[in-house]
T-cell receptor, first 117, second 114 residues
Framework: AQTVTQSQPEMSVQEAETVTLSCTYDTSESDYYLFWYKQPPSRQMILVIRQEAYKQQNATENRFSVNFQKAAKSFSLKISDSQLGDAAMYFCAYRRYSGAGSYQLTFGKGTKLSVIP | GAVVSQHPSRVICKSGTSVKIECRSL??????MFWYRQFPKKSLMLMATSNEGSKATYEQGVEKDKFLINHASLTLSTLTVTSAHPEDSSFYIC??????????FGQGTRLTVV
């Protein structure tokens, strides 16, 4: 079974600074997707960034980037120039094929990010 | 991305009654819908996966007779919590996808059983 581990329950960062959230996962598959989701106080899940395992290049979306280390099964999220609106719970997720044409997400326990003005 | 509307956003029901939560995909044909449960300050736990026109597949430990899932069309899935008890109080979230598209999430439903 796939597991996703986020070892940092809480993190804080000064506004405009950079923070890195950690995520490791366990899988025996070679082709899969990894995601970072943001859940603000509204509880709406928002996709931040995705990474395809067969791509060596790290994904980047504006201020958000990942450090994907496939051999180490590590998938960290870096947030640059942190903004107050970045404060939220961040979930790392692994996607696997679950049959019948559908794919399932397995989530880590989450990291609560606080941004200090 | 797709717009997913979940209704109601909040519901309070009496113990022993049933409550239905709707998940609508407004602009996306969702062949697969997922239902999650999230406890306070915890992660999302997958309850069940449903494919349009088929019976839902429940995760281990989830009572299928208590949490009835219907996925009658490509745009609507419902979760009915039958004979609700206080321990069923939680935040329920649906998500939709089609094939290998990304998952799109509803805004969630906070259920309180009194």
């Amino acid at each position: 079974a796939q597991t996703v581990t986020q070892s940092q329950p809480e993190m804080s960062v000064q506004e405009a600074e950079t923070v890195t959230l950690s995520c490791t996962y366990d899988t025996s598959e070679s082709d899969y997707y990894l995601f970072w989701y943001k859940q603000p106080p509204s509880r709406q899940m928002i996709l931040v960034i995705r990474q395809e395992a067969y791509k060596q290049q790290n994904a980047t979306e504006n201020r958000f980037s990942v450090n994907f280390q496939k051999a180490a099964k590590s998938f960290s999220l870096k947030i640059s120039d942190s903004q107050l609106g970045d404060a939220a719970m961040y979930f790392c997720a692994y996607r696997r094929y679950s049959g019948a044409g559908s794919y399932q997400l397995t989530f880590g326990k989450g990291t609560k990010l606080s941004v200090i003005p | 991305g797709a717009v997913v509307s979940q209704h109601p956003s909040r519901v309070i029901c009496k113990s022993g009654t049933s409550v239905k939560i709707e998940c609508r995909s407004l602009d996306f044909q969702a062949t697969t819908m997922f239902w999650y449960r999230q406890f306070p300050k915890k992660s999302l736990m997958l309850m069940a996966t449903s494919n349009e026109g088929s019976k839902a597949t429940y995760e281990q430990g989830v009572e299928k007779d208590k949490f009835l899932i219907n996925h009658a069309s490509l745009t609507l899935s419902t979760l009915t919590v039958t004979s609700a008890h206080p321990e069923d109080s939680s935040f329920y979230i649906c998500s939709v996808s089609s094939g290998d598209t990304e998952a799109f999430f509803g805004q969630g439903t906070r259920l309180t059983v009194v």
